[in-house]
């Protein structure tokens, strides 16, 4: 087993000591992780500890994220639309040459220039082709976890191309001897050793980055999780709704940690998916339409909430617009810090958050793909809905091109052939149509395709997209390099270049 040491973990504290009053902050990311499979959503799957933080906090009930991994990611920690880092097709294999632009400083370092010690645990995915595109070298003290985008839970081992090898690193080595270890036990360990050798050894903030494997494929679990729902039949929503449990007691030990620290009293804790649930891996995300990968609102529609004893107003639900990117420079101005140098999508929404004023933010560029194959022939000259795109304006949302798997899914418990039934991932909807609007206040899981009814909404939001497209950046989306193969790296996955 790989131990950390206390002067591992403070191997950068000679970093300034921040403010008093500059709060910790703990943001914990969870991969594909449904609408539906929160236990106040109504989820069959029991999360106590993530309904309490949440209860005891502020719900995000008209927040959005991207719909896959990288996207999300990076927005995250660039606060920027993926139009303008290139990023905006697909995600970051890992023989792709490609990441997160070096111009764009990130959250991690506007966090370090403000004197917070930073941290990272678990999944990056935004490129590790070179060293300079390394967690360590883009604003994190420390960091322990994988590069990639999945692999196994217990091996950290991933196949890809024709190469497989270990994708574990501790900073910037790779590391092979946590075998057998669950990685949201690992993961969980490695933040309390974080947060109790930071209590203990330093006034500075601190900024926590936990990124879980959970519960993204493949699905794996031990077994006294998988037992607790024997009652479901699908054997896929039976693993995933373990692997939902185990990230719940892992959230919960860790708010345990901070309590028993000290910390919590001055600790904003975020929690957010990654995307929308994948329903062929036992995801959920009814009542929402769709799914990952898709423009739909179970594709983008994201769990979030906010628990923290610095907030203004406890135990209430926010309906105001919220986008992954407002976290960038809500998270900097909390934190004291400087957004000179940045270019933020984002609004800081703070306010909004803990004192329940209307969000700035009126309106979300979801995506421009033009790389995505195209689906039928544009019906406007303003902007070209052959291409996917979506954008939401209000309480309205356009989408164009191909959005994706459009169905409802229902929740699975007493489906037996529940998998069989909903992994068709072909567009069920019209072959031709390429234009879609939808009221999302009035109709959230989206039924009523309205374009017709309101042509000026559509001119509208077209004109949007056509100017959001104006300030694009080319995509970057380089082909495979071999070089990558671990086997030409002693076995891991780490920069090639």
Known sequence: ???????????????????????????????????????????EIKTPSLDKLAGNGVK?????????????????????????????????????????????????????????????IGKWHLGFSKDELMPTARGFDTYMGYLSGDEDYYSRSRSFWNYTGIDYTVNTTGHNDTYGQYSAHLYTGHAQQIIQAHASQTSAPLFLYLAFQSVHFPLQVPESYEKQYAHIQDDNRRVYAGMVSAMDEAVGNITRTLEESGLMENTILVFTTDNGGHTMFGANNAPLRGRKGTSWEGGMRGVGFVSSPLLKRHGVVSRELIHITDWYP?????????MV?????????????????????????????PLYPVKGTSVSKVFDTSVQ?????????????????????????????????????????????????FNIALDPIEKYEVSAKYPQIV??????????????????YPDW?????????????????
């Open 341 to 369: 140098g940045t270019k933020p999508d984002g609004f800081s929404l703070w306010d909004t958050i803990s004192l329940g004023l209307p969000s700035p933010r009126k309106e979300i560029l979801h995506n421009i793909d």
């Open 481 to 497: 390099d071999s070089r990558c193969d671990p086997a030409l790296h002693g076995g891991y996955w780490k920069p090639w270049l």
């Open 330 to 338: 809500t998270l900097v101005q909390l934190a004291g810090g400087s």
């Open 60 to 120: 995000l009930e008209n927040y959005y994220v991207q719909p896959i991994c990288t996207p999300s990611r990076s927005q995250l920690m660039s606060g920027r639309y993926q139009i303008h880092t290139g990023l905006q097709h697909g995600i970051i294999w890992p023989c792709m040459p490609s990441g997160l632009p070096l111009e764009d400083p990130t959250l991690a370092d506007k966090l370090k220039a403000a004197g917070y010690l930073t941290h990272m």
């Open 389 to 437: 795109a979506s954008i939401r304006y209000g309480d309205w949302k356009l989408l164009t091109g191909d959005p994706g798997f459009d169905g409802w899914v229902p929740e699975p418990t007493l489906y037996p052939d529940y998998s069989a039934r909903f992994n068709d991932s072909r567009t069920t909807s019209n072959g031709t149509q390429n234009l879609y609007l």
């Open 459 to 476: 001119d509208m939001l077209l004109l949007k997209l056509a100017e959001y497209n104006q300030t694009a950046v080319p995509v970057n």
């Open 1 to 43: 087993m790989l131990r950390f040491s206390v002067t591992w973990v403070f191997l950068m504290l000679t970093s300034t000591c921040g403010a008093v009053s500059q709060p910790n902050i703990v943001f914990i990311i969870a991969d594909d992780y449904g609408w539906n499979d929160i236990g106040y959503h109504g989820s």
